[in-house]
């Protein structure tokens, strides 16, 4: 439930800000970031707590907004939950800068402040603030490597780094 429940929260708040430490990508191009995504690390909040197997999918709607769909088994209830949500992009559409909703007309942000252009195989993402982080992923697990810059550099960036939880999937 990687970025809906994220922005279930951040949704609350209706944040659509950033941290000032985070620049959105540029050269985005959101028909190749479609599709699915697997939670890689995050940090951890209450709505994502116990997830594991988390994925997030998304897929281009009528209206040129993009559908969200995270997905997570909760290991406490021994079930998957779903979410369902909508996002669009804040400023230009080709920056990795959009806000997305879960309930109605409350948003949060979803900020790409790092891609891996050649073949999207990863992006960090941040919420509004440093409370938020994420390393997604097309494939279940990733090179070490990956996890090493994600590590660096969103520590560089005011991220909690220590609380970094890994998921299983």
């Known amino acids: 439930m990687t970025t809906a429940l994220l922005l279930t929260s951040l949704l609350l708040s209706g944040c659509t800000g950033m941290p000032k430490t985070v ?21 951890d909040h209450s709505f994502e707590r116990g997830m594991n197997q988390v994925s997030a999918t998304y897929s281009l709607q009528e209206d040129g907004g993009v559908k969200v769909v995270n997905r997570g088994f909760s290991e406490i ?22 806000k997305v909703s879960f309930f109605g007309p409350f948003y949060g942000a979803y900020v790409i402040f790092e891609l891996e252009y050649e073949n999207y195989q990863y992006a960090f993402v941040s919420g509004p603030n440093v409370d938020y982080l994420w390393l997604l992923a097309r ?25 970094i939880i890994f998921v299983e999937q």
């Open 77 to 98: 209830k021994n079930e998957w939950k779903e979410a369902q949500g909508k996002a669009y992009f804040v400023d230009k559409d080709n920056e990795g800068y959009l």
């Open 139 to 163: 494939t279940p697990t990733v090179p070490q490597a990956v996890i090493d810059k994600f590590m660096t550099m969103s520590k560089a960036r005011g991220f909690d780094t220590d609380n």
């Open 23 to 43: 620049k959105p990508v540029d050269d985005f191009e959101l028909q190749r970031y479609l599709g699915k995504w697997y939670e890689i690390a995050r940090l």
